[in-house]
Each structure stands twice: as structure tokens, then as C-alpha cells.
């Protein structure tokens, strides 16, 4: 291990703690116009795997002409994880991309050293009410990756690994699990599944991950005797062998993990670095607000306004 994400230093191991290192009950966090569950990063635990951020949005309810309108807004050092369950989210970038995201699809966008994008809902979606829910991430970039070029790549659901069986559906969403492949490449090694399970339905995890966790969307799951309802992260001692059993209604289930980075990041805002100086030379440049020659550009198509700099 190159480095234990815990990031309290007298965490017990060995038979002193169960198969649950730790559990993480999300914290709300208000967006604005939207209102998200945010498990990590925790008191206890920074990341999981390269996993740095974890937010649950929804499920929500929107009235005709209302919706998410998140304006410009910079990142770094990260990539960021659009996955949703119900609704329709619009993203533009720096790069030009304009990409819709549906159900079962995911969108990955790489900042390394700088991007900005927008996610709104506009168009024939305002025209009428309609449903939100999903899963967005932030994952943190290998120390070699943080100043490498921009990137997005979208991933319809039908590109997406399925398996079935035994009451279980298992869509691979990035990374490697159960002897499949996600399409679309990451700067680290990892996993990131949608696990819909059946009543009673019993679920190994992966076992060939340093790093492993597992977030509870909607129903419950009993694993080593203990049970856990929705709105719950567990996250697993690296090399236990583990298995979770839907509740009477089933389940649906997050489990994401891979290897541990090279040490702690930074967080601030948007930005996510392995040093302070990389955060303070972004902050300086979205100040700046040089579009034409500085560190960042605002989307094509979508360049009218932008978020400010925040005074924290």
C-alpha cells in the first residue's frame, strides 16, 4: 500500500476492527438551486481509493421552467464523474465539447492542468417537470497526470459492461471488476460499479482492489451481521474478503475503489493538487480572468458568465 487513505493515524488494524474500516454518513451540502448528500471527503477518510469526492444528488423534483444551472467553473488535478439514475444534465467545456448525459451513461471529464465547464438543464427539459438523480465524483489524478492536457470522453449505457445473474445487475462504469473492462480510460487504476440487487440477492466484492467502498443509493444491505440502509458508506480493510445481502426490497448499490495515490491532496474550491502552489497559481489565474492567454478558458458555446472566485 502506498498510502493508507485513513486519515486518522492511531486506526486500529488487524482483529481489533471488523470488516467495516469505516462508516460515512454523508453531510448535506446546498449548491444553490440544488441540494446534494456528500460522503466523502470524511472527518475520517479523505479518499477511497482515488475517489475524492462523493455526492449523491436527489432524487428531486422539478416543476416546468425550474433546474440545475451550475455557470463556468474552473477545475485541476482531478477528473470528474457524471452518472445519473433519472433526468437529463447538459455539459460544455473549454475543449468545446457539448455533450447531454442520460441514464446509464457516464461522462468523464480530466482537468489536469486546467479546464472549466458548465452543467445546466435548459432547453425542451424546462418545458416540462421532470426527475433528478444521480451520482457525481471527483477523482484525484496520479501525481504524473495533474499537469497533463484536458480530456472528456462520454460512454452511452449500451458501451457500458453488463453482467447479470442470481438477482444481481452489475453495470461497469469505470475501471476493472469480476473479469470485465469500462470502455473508458482513467489516469489510475480503479472500479466503479451500479449494482441493482434483487431481495435476498448476495454480492461478493471485488477482492483484487487495494482500496474498496461501498455507498448505499436506496434499500438496505446486511454485511458481516450488521445491516445498513440508503445514505450509508462503508468502506472495507484492504484484503477482507466480503459479501453483502439485499434487504427485503432489494437494493441498489455504489461500490467504487482502486488503488491508493502517492499521498494526500489538497483541496480548495474546484481544486484538487498534491502541492498548495499548484491550488494558489489556479486561483490566480481564475482571477485573472485572462480567457485568451491565461491558465483558463471559458466553454465556446457557453461563455456569456462565470462563478468568481470565492473569498475563502
Given at each position: 500500500m502506498s498510502w493508507n487513505p485513513a486519515l486518522d493515524p492511531d486506526c486500529p488494524t488487524g482483529d481489533v476492527v471488523d470488516?467495516?474500516?469505516?462508516?460515512?454518513?454523508?453531510?448535506?451540502?446546498?449548491?444553490?438551486?440544488?441540494e446534494v448528500r456528500r460522503a466523502l471527503p470524511a472527518p475520517k477518510?479523505?479518499?477511497?481509493?482515488?475517489?475524492?469526492?462523493?455526492?449523491?444528488?436527489?432524487?428531486?423534483?422539478?416543476?416546468?421552467?425550474?433546474?440545475?444551472d451550475i455557470r463556468q467553473h474552473p477545475h485541476?488535478?482531478?477528473?470528474?464523474?457524471?452518472?445519473?439514475?433519472d433526468g437529463r444534465f447538459h455539459h460544455r467545456d473549454s475543449l468545446g465539447t457539448d455533450q447531454w448525459i442520460e441514464p446509464g451513461a457516464v461522462n468523464l471529464m480530466t482537468a489536469g492542468h486546467?479546464?472549466?465547464?458548465?452543467?445546466?438543464?435548459?432547453?425542451?427539459m424546462l418545458r416540462q417537470p421532470y426527475r433528478l438523480s444521480g451520482i457525481q465524483t471527483w477523482l484525484a489524478l496520479p501525481e504524473g497526470a495533474e499537469d497533463g492536457q484536458p480530456a472528456f470522453v462520454h460512454a452511452g449505457k449500451e458501451r457500458l459492461p453488463m453482467l447479470e445473474g442470481?438477482?444481481?445487475?452489475?453495470r461497469l462504469i469505470l475501471g476493472t471488476a469480476y473479469g470485465e473492462r469500462a470502455p473508458v480510460p482513467t489516469a489510475s487504476e480503479m472500479f466503479y460499479?451500479?449494482?441493482?440487487?434483487?431481495?435476498?440477492?448476495?454480492?461478493?466484492?471485488?477482492?483484487?482492489?487495494?482500496d474498496r467502498g461501498a455507498y448505499v443509493f436506496s434499500g438496505e444491505v446486511a454485511i458481516a451481521g450488521e445491516r445498513f440502509g440508503a445514505g450509508r458508506m462503508m468502506v472495507f480493510r484492504p484484503g477482507d474478503?466480503?459479501?453483502?445481502?439485499?434487504?427485503?426490497?432489494?437494493?441498489?448499490?455504489?461500490?467504487?475503489?482502486?488503488?491508493?495515490?502517492?499521498?494526500?491532496?489538497?483541496?480548495?474550491?474546484n481544486f484538487v493538487a498534491s502541492s498548495r502552489e499548484r491550488i494558489e497559481a489556479a486561483k490566480e489565474a481564475w482571477r485573472e480572468g485572462d480567457w485568451a492567454h491565461g491558465g483558463f478558458q471559458l466553454p465556446p458555446t457557453d461563455?456569456?458568465?462565470?462563478?468568481p472566485l470565492p473569498d475563502r
Open positions: 470488516a467495516i474500516e469505516t462508516l460515512i454518513v454523508p453531510r448535506a451540502r446546498d449548491l444553490g438551486d440544488f477518510r479523505q479518499m477511497v481509493g482515488p475517489f475524492i469526492f462523493f455526492d449523491q444528488m436527489g432524487p428531486a423534483e422539478f416543476i416546468t421552467g425550474q433546474g440545475v485541476i488535478g482531478l477528473a470528474t464523474v457524471t452518472y445519473l439514475f486546467g479546464i472549466t465547464h458548465s452543467e445546466r438543464i435548459d432547453g425542451e442470481e438477482g444481481k445487475r452489475l460499479l451500479d449494482a441493482m440487487l434483487a431481495p435476498g440477492a448476495r454480492l461478493p466484492l471485488p477482492d483484487d482492489h487495494e474478503r466480503v459479501s453483502m445481502t439485499a434487504g427485503a426490497q432489494g437494493a441498489r448499490v455504489m461500490l467504487l475503489g482502486g488503488a491508493t495515490l502517492e499521498g494526500p491532496r489538497y483541496i480548495w474550491w461563455n456569456a458568465e462565470f462563478i
